[in-house]
Antibody, heavy 122, light 107 residues
């Protein structure tokens, strides 16, 4: 059973870089699938941030592209998210997820991590 | 970007009711549309993909339909555990986008 767990600081200062890690268990990220990040500001909807294939092919949301970097560490079975120059608007629950392939697309998300709340404040 | 618009944004229903939620894409996404259920403080749960295919373990009272730009999620015989917020998501092209959500509340 694949499980994902996000980790990282819960509080980040404005203008600094938000760094999160997703640790995967029950499946080797080097085997297959895209891996992704999605966020949800408090009381609001879901926003896709980025997806990366284990080989390194990466897709970023254009609205965040200039500030986002996603990477994979197969040796630790982890993937990471860096979001630079954060502001209060980046305060959100951040979820990591594996993509699911079905019906001709590999752009669904299942399973998800439980999420980690990141607050941007001085 | 493909904009996803859900309606209604919230609704009240009773146990046993049939509920229909609509999702409209700003341009055609073929059948590449998914639905998720989210309860407070939890991660979204993957319900349906490719418009109408139920993910393993999802009760058959959930169903999806549509194509192109207009899609629906129907919950037949609403159960207490179905009260949640539902999101659609297009998987047609990057950037992947979600609808704004529909909160189904107890009447």
């Amino acid at each position: 059973q694949v499980q994902l767990q996000e980790s990282g600081p819960g509080l980040v200062k404005p203008s600094e870089t938000l760094s999160l890690t997703c640790t995967v268990s029950g499946y080797s990220i080097s085997t297959d699938y895209f891996w992704g990040w999605i966020r949800q500001p408090p009381g609001k909807g879901l926003e896709w941030i980025a997806s990366m294939y284990h080989s390194g092919s990466t897709y970023y949301n254009p609205s965040l592209k200039s500030r986002v970097t996603m990477s994979v560490d197969p040796s630790k079975n982890q993937f990471s998210l860096n979001l630079s120059s954060v502001t209060a608007a980046d305060t959100a629950m951040y979820f990591c997820a594996r993509t699911y392939c079905g019906g001709g697309s590999c752009n669904w998300f299942d399973p998800w991590g439980q999420g980690t709340l990141v607050t941007v404040s001085s | 970007d493909i904009q996803m618009t859900q309606s209604p944004s919230s609704m009240s229903a009773s146990v046993g009711d049939t509920v229909t939620i609509t999702c409209r894409a700003s341009q055609g996404v073929s059948s590449w549309l998914a639905w998720y259920q989210q309860k407070p403080g939890k991660a979204p749960k993957f319900l349906i993909y490719a418009t109408s295919t139920l993910q393993s373990g999802v009760p058959s009272r959930f169903s999806g339909s549509g194509s192109g730009t207009d899609f629906t999620l129907t919950i037949s015989s609403l159960q207490p555990e179905d009260f949640a917020t539902y999101y659609c998501q297009q998987g047609s092209s990057f950037p992947l986008t979600f609808g704004g959500g529909t909160k189904v509340e107890i009447k």
